[in-house]
């Protein structure tokens, strides 16, 4: 059984970077060929997806939040981390890592979620 926990701190300062990491057990992050998204949630709003990592570690980001954003990995540790650049309290949400085969999976093909971590934005 594939598990995904999300890992970070709670509270950022507008400007500052968020950075999250998600540590994965029960397979490894460079079996083809899956997919390691991070998708976040707004209080009061939708799923909105921000970026992915491959298992050939290609990376992906949403059009919207690419110049801000930088996902990375560490295969020794099978972990994958988020970086987001000059946070706003707009960036404040919960942060999921999930795992998809192939890429471009609708949210009911995402076959494993982390529990989420919310994540604050606020001086």
């Known amino acids: 059984q594939v598990q995904l926990q999300e890992s970070g701190p709670g509270l950022v300062k507008p400007s500052q970077t968020l950075s999250l990491t998600c540590t994965v057990s029960?397979?490894?992050?460079?079996?083809?060929?899956?997919?390691w998204n991070w998708i976040r949630q707004p209080p009061g709003k939708g799923l909105e997806w921000v970026g992915a990592?491959?298992?050939?570690?290609?990376?992906h980001y949403s059009p919207s939040l690419k110049s801000r954003t930088s996902i990375s990995r560490d295969t020794s540790k099978n972990q994958f981390t988020l970086q987001l650049s000059s946070v706003t309290p707009e960036d404040t949400a919960v942060y999921y890592c999930?795992?998809?085969?192939?890429?471009?999976?609708?949210?009911?093909?995402?076959?494993?979620w982390g529990k989420g971590t919310l994540v604050t934005v606020s001086s």
């Open positions: 029960g397979g490894s992050i460079t079996t083809t060929y899956y997919f």
């Open positions: 990592i491959t298992y050939g570690d290609n990376t």
């Open positions: 999930t795992r998809d085969y192939g890429g471009g999976s609708m949210w009911s093909g995402m076959e494993y």
